[in-house]
């Protein structure tokens, strides 16, 4: 449903382009790890993935949850909360694991949280938290990089500049670009494979940056 909803929805917010590395590909049982911007950015990554045929599990905030309508969908798609900062938070890397083992695309956000700046412009991915190294050292699957850029121009800032943006992003029809990198497999202990999985998803949103450039 919720791909469904973006794939209707974020083209009519702007002008959404989608590019892939050569010989990329998102197999079963991969993990899609992408940088975090905005509050838009998961809506323009899952109509990016429908677009390429993928309908993946992604990890988001507990808060997602406990919206009424929304949390139908969230479970229905077998979406997994993460309950950052509580015993819970180690619930997750589990449900993403079995997600995994199913032969789910999961989409995880290695950043953990949206940058604090209250400007429009789309900048490198910033810190990683260490689940991702976790997850894919507890299963061995690979790590797809994706980069997205221009979802900041949809929504950045406070709260009225964001309603404000989405009110008249239909208008203003920014460049919404997200780019699929090629699969990597993290080697080392989970330090070294962080910083890996960090040059692969930057180099990714290098690449989708300078094409909304354009």
């Known amino acids: 449903m919720l791909s469904t909803v973006a794939r209707t929805v ?12 050569d010989g990329a590909g998102i197999a079963p049982g991969s993990v899609l790890a992408a940088n975090h911007s905005s509050l838009a950015d998961p809506g323009v990554v899952l109509a990016a993935l429908d677009r390429l045929g993928v309908r993946p599990v992604v990890l988001a905030t507990a808060g997602l949850w406990r919206i009424p ?3 139908g969908a969230l479970v229905r798609g077998g979406h997994v909360p993460v309950h ?3 015993e ?12 995994l083992a199913a032969g789910r695309v999961v989409v995880i956000y290695p950043e953990g949280r949206l940058p604090r700046r209250v400007d429009a412009a789309d900048s490198a991915p910033g810190p990683f938290r260490t ?3 976790r997850l894919v050292a507890a299963t061995g699957a690979p790590v797809v990089p994706l ?12 709260t009225a500049k964001q309603l404000a943006g989405l009110a008249t992003a239909p208008l203003r029809r920014p460049v919404l670009h997200v780019h699929v990198g090629a699969p990597v497999r993290l080697a ?19 690449t989708a940056s300078r094409a909304a450039a354009r």
Do not use: F
Not at 11 to 16: H, Q, Y
Not at 190 to 198: D, G, S
């Open 10 to 21: 974020v083209p009519a917010l702007g002008r959404l382009r989608v590019s892939t590395e």
């Open 69 to 71: 309508v929304l949390r």
């Open 84 to 86: 950052r900062g509580s």
């Open 88 to 99: 819970r938070a180690a619930e997750a890397l589990e449900a993403a694991a079995e997600a």
């Open 131 to 133: 689940g991702l190294a």
């Open 147 to 158: 980069g997205q850029a221009g979802s900041r121009r949809i929504s950045s800032g406070s």
């Open 188 to 206: 080392g202990d989970v330090t070294a494979a962080t910083a890996q999985a960090h040059a692969a998803v930057t180099a990714a949103w290098r």
